[in-house]
Structure formats: structure tokens, C-alpha cells
Antibody, heavy 120, light 108 residues
Framework: QVHLQQWGAGLLKPSETLSLTCAVS????????WSWIRQSPGKGLEWIGE???????NYNPSLESRITISMDTSTKQFSLKLNSGTAADTAVYYC??????????????WGQGTLVTFSS | EIVLTQSPGTLSLSPGERATLSCRAS???????LAWYQQKPGQAPRFLIY???SRATGIPDRFSGSGSGTDFTLTIRRLEPEDFAVYYC?????????FGQGTTLEIK
């Protein structure tokens, strides 16, 4: 079964760039969308965006100007960059899979989560 | 963007009782594209229900989902101690995909 393992810096200063990576194991990279979701006390769960295994991306308009999602199919990894971070971006960030199939749009599985804090 | 509103915010029940959680959408969720998740402290959400009423693999049959249009319900019959957690609904009918704010199911 698919397993997601994520990592990245947990403490950043305001204006710095958040960078997280998620590695896929136990299953195919193909046939899926690879997503990032964050969770903060103030905004709950928020879908950030995703990358299709063929490379197209789909971002939440609320964050689109500051995010980039990329992937490396050779290593079965995908990444999130969010620039110009502020305290409002402090959250637990999750990577997750969304199967690329008609009628499918739920997220399963999820990575373990990474707490990212923006603080001076 | 479709806004999902869950109620109640907190539900206090005892093991063995039945829980009914509501998720209301600000506009019709197409094709019943609604999912439910369970989250326990310090853990990632766990996928429970898709298509409003279909259980994910390995989910006990005491969990059931129903609804269509803008009103959806998650029912847990005969609560077990491990069922006390926070529950979220999520729509995937239109992008951006959105989640409800959650219902906390706590032990009475």
C-alpha cells in the first residue's frame, strides 16, 4: 500500500520560503494527483494544491501567487514551496494522494504531517 | 468556492450511543462528491467515507454516510471508545477542494 513520508524545515522567519518534500513508497507514482494540505487552528484544513503525475498543477487561488508544487518521478518525490511566509502560514502541512480517476477526489493516504512555524 | 459548515461543533455522547454529524454545503455538491475523515490528536486525518455513502476499505460498518445536494450526514451507531475524535467532511466536486471546520465527538 502507498506510504507517504514528508520532511522539511520546521522553523522559519517571516518572509522566508517554506520548502517541504514528500516521498512516495509502496505504490505507483502514476495515476495520481499529489497534493498538499495544511491545518491551522484558525483556518482548519485547507487544500493548498496538487500536481498530476503527468506534471500539470492545480492550485488554490488563495495561495496561487506564492506556491509552487513540483515533482521528480525518478525518485517518486514531490515538493511544495511557499514564498514570503508570514505567521498566518504557520500550520501543520500534510502531503496526500488523490487518485486520478473519474469520480475520485478524496485524499488517502496522508503523510505524517510537518509543523511549520513562521516566527522572528 | 464551496463552504462546508459542520454541526454541531461538539457532540458529547457515551459509548454505545448513536452519533449523528451534519455537513451542509453553501452550494450543491455535484454527484455526491463528499468524503468524511476522522482525526485523532497528533495524527493525520483518516479517510472514512467517499461518494457521500461508500465506506473506505477497512472502515467498520457502524460508520455510514448519507445525503445529497447540500446536506450530508455521518452516522456512527453504537459508539466505541476509539470513535471519539474530530470528524471532517470534504467536498471534491469542484476546485478548490474544501473541508468543513470539524465536529468534535467527545465522551460524555
Amino acid at each position: 500500500q502507498v506510504h507517504l513520508q514528508q520532511w522539511g524545515a520546521g522553523l522559519l522567519k517571516p518572509s522566508e520560503t517554506l520548502s517541504l518534500t514528500c516521498a512516495v513508497s509502496g505504490g505507483s507514482f502514476s495515476g495520481n494527483y499529489w497534493s498538499w494540505i495544511r491545518q491551522s487552528p484558525g483556518k482548519g484544513l485547507e487544500w493548498i494544491g496538487e500536481i498530476h503525475y503527468r506534471g500539470s498543477t492545480n492550485y488554490n487561488p488563495s495561495l496561487e501567487s506564492r506556491i509552487t508544487i513540483s515533482m521528480d518521478t525518478s525518485t517518486k518525490q514531490f515538493s511544495l514551496k511557499l514564498n514570503s511566509g508570514t505567521a498566518a502560514d504557520t500550520a501543520v502541512y500534510y502531503c496526500a494522494r488523490r487518485v486520478a480517476m473519474a469520480g475520485s477526489g478524496w485524499f488517502d493516504p496522508w503523510g505524517q504531517g510537518t509543523l511549520v512555524t513562521f516566527s522572528s | 468556492e464551496i463552504v462546508l459548515t459542520q454541526s454541531p461543533g461538539t457532540l458529547s455522547l457515551s459509548p454505545g450511543e448513536r452519533a449523528t454529524l451534519s455537513c451542509r454545503a453553501s452550494q450543491t455538491v455535484s454527484s455526491r462528491y463528499l468524503a468524511w475523515y476522522q482525526q485523532k490528536p497528533g495524527q493525520a486525518p483518516r479517510f472514512l467515507i467517499y461518494g457521500a455513502s461508500s465506506r473506505a476499505t477497512g472502515i467498520p460498518d457502524r460508520f455510514s454516510g448519507s445525503g445529497s445536494g447540500t446536506d450530508f450526514t455521518l452516522t456512527i451507531r453504537r459508539l466505541e471508545p476509539e470513535d471519539f475524535a474530530v470528524y471532517y467532511c470534504q467536498q471534491y466536486g469542484s476546485s478548490p477542494f474544501t473541508f468543513g471546520q470539524g465536529t468534535t465527538l467527545e465522551i460524555k
